[in-house]
């Protein structure tokens, strides 16, 4: 999602921020913002079940935000741990069903 919220900055020809802080923890981002003068991209549906009104403020966006496609990655010749093994069993059947 990072990279789609990079690409609208150019598109709109605004300037990014100067300081990026990149996180992939959703509860390191939230508290970031709730300490310092930051932002963070979310889903909508994240953004209302984990950020209570009272204390953080949903920002317009008219944007519809895409993220392409990505995977899951494994060592070809070693066993997936029994919850990596749910896991992966678990997305190949939302997958199936999707297709």
Sequence with gaps: MRQRVDSLFLHHQVVPPRQIVDAADLLLSLALVDKSDTITVTTREVADLLCPPQRFHLLPFSETLSVQPYGLVSL????????????????????????
């Design 76 to 99: 070809r010749h070693q066993r997936l741990s029994p919850g990596a093994a749910v896991l992966m069993s678990t997305l190949r059947e939302i997958i199936a069903q999707g297709a």
